[in-house]
């Protein structure tokens, strides 16, 4: 019997994390309510608090479901990174990014509602600290590659290091939105392994 009511709680939970993900996605987060959310659930609002004390930790757990594509990137590159040269594990950073993305429905969709469907502000504002400490976290692995691989390679780089790697993310992440605003007119992950040996090159790196 026990195991029968853990079960069915975790149904419920489960059940309750892909009705935020529509309603989230269908109305943004400052518009939705829980009680949106319990209907489309088909269950209560009781429900929704024995398992999330406010939409802020809701969001939050429909996130960690998927895992946000900055921080499962950054993980994937750390349990490459004693085993891989530096560009190797830069563009396999990359092809997981954008893999993630173009292959999965649900982390495709969180994304789309993290990026464009929430406002940062009141009970979310933690949510935005999360992003910018994962893209601080991306930013730094980036750098960190391309000096390892100047070194490696003897490049002089064009410009500072940290710019380097800024430009880096900001042609990918204008990949990304490009293809999430405009319904994946691309081949989002062979694009992006295009465009990103492209930009190395442009660096000075043997590609």
């Known amino acids: 019997m026990a195991r029968r009511t853990k079960d069915d709680a975790d149904a419920t939970r489960s059940s309750l994390l892909d009705a935020a993900e529509r309603v989230f996605y269908d109305k943004g987060v400052a518009r939705a309510s829980l009680g949106d959310i319990a209907q489309a659930a088909g269950a209560t609002r009781g429900a929704i608090y024995w398992h999330f004390k406010d939409k802020a930790h809701l969001f939050n757990a429909m996130m960690d479901r998927v895992t946000l594509p900055l921080e499962s990137a950054c993980n994937a590159g750390d349990a490459a990174c004693s085993a891989a040269a530096p560009l190797q594990r830069l563009r396999a950073l990359v092809d997981h990014l954008l ?19 929430v406002e940062y502000v009141s009970e979310l504002s933690g949510v935005r ?79």
């Open 99 to 117: 893999g993630s993305i173009e292959n999965d429905e649900h982390t495709r969709r969180v994304f789309e509602i993290a990026m464009y469907r």
């Open 129 to 207: 600290e999360r992003h910018l400490a994962s893209q601080a976290r991306f930013h730094a692995m980036l750098a960190r590659d391309l000096g390892e691989a100047a070194e490696q390679q003897r490049v002089t780089l064009p410009l500072e290091l940290s710019a380097a790697a800024t430009g880096l993310w900001a042609l990918f992440d204008g990949l990304l939105q490009t293809w999430v605003l405009n319904g994946a007119p691309f081949a989002l992950r062979a694009t992006g392994r295009q465009v990103v040996d492209v930009y190395l090159h442009g660096l000075g790196f043997a590609t």
